[in-house]
């Protein structure tokens, strides 16, 4: 981490959005919520980590190359688009943004996975995905009027 959460919520309240939103930590929050549980504040910390990661995706701004925020934009844009996540198609585009080396060590890994029918090569898709998608619209508005996210202050 390049900053501590208590380093990042002095960085949101003072408004240093593109040092928070380009940082590694926001990234490496495990959302594990011991910082939330231990915040003397009661400061809801992975909540406003995970809401600056949603940021940096919609901005488009976060380390270069770094998986995390790849792995969680492809990992939406496929559920909008079918409902369901297709494991073999998302570790693939995954490598191809980020890592083409690393696919190319993999595919015997792959390969194996296919043959024992635990990666599926069609696209999965859910029944009435017009549903998912007027959900997904209605939050998408709602949460397009929030700002920088603020930090409580107690």
Same mark, same amino acid.
């Given at each position: 981490?390049?900053?501590?959460?208590?380093?990042?919520?002095? $960085?949101?309240?003072?408004?240093? %959005?593109?040092?928070?939103?380009?940082?590694? #930590?926001?990234? $490496?929050?495990?959302?594990?919520?011991?910082? *939330?549980?231990?915040?003397?504040?009661? /400061?809801?910390? *992975?909540? =406003?980590?995970?809401? $600056?990661?949603?940021?940096? /995706?919609?901005?488009?701004?976060?380390?270069?190359?770094?998986?995390?925020?790849? !792995?969680?934009?492809?990992?939406?844009?496929?559920?909008?688009?079918?409902?369901? =996540?297709?494991?073999?198609?998302?570790? !693939?585009?995954? @490598? *191809?943004? *980020?890592?083409?080396?690393?696919?190319?060590?993999?595919?015997?890994?792959? !390969?194996? $996975? =296919?043959? #024992?029918?635990? @990666?599926?090569?069609?696209?999965?898709? =859910?029944?009435?995905?017009?549903? !998912?998608?007027?959900?997904?619209?209605?939050?998408?508005?709602?949460?397009?009027?929030?700002?920088?996210?603020?930090? %409580?202050?107690?």
């Amino acid at each position: 981490m390049d900053y501590t959460p208590r380093q990042i919520m002095a $960085l949101v309240r003072a408004d240093f %959005k593109n040092e928070v939103l380009q940082s590694r #930590t926001i990234w $490496l929050c495990a959302s594990c919520y011991a910082c *939330t549980v231990d915040c003397p504040r009661e /400061i809801r910390i *992975t909540d =406003i980590l995970y809401a $600056l990661k949603q940021r940096a /995706i919609q901005e488009g701004v976060y380390p270069r190359h770094f998986p995390i925020p790849v !792995l969680a934009r492809e990992f939406a844009a496929m559920a909008r688009r079918h409902g369901r =996540i297709t494991e073999a198609y998302l570790v !693939l585009k995954l @490598f *191809t943004r *980020t890592n083409w080396r690393a696919l190319l060590r993999s595919w015997r890994i792959g !390969l194996a $996975l =296919i043959r #024992t029918g635990r @990666f599926r090569l069609r696209p999965e898709r =859910i029944q009435r995905l017009d549903e !998912l998608k007027a959900m997904l619209a209605a939050t998408a508005s709602h949460s397009s009027q929030s700002s920088f996210p603020p930090a %409580k202050v107690t």
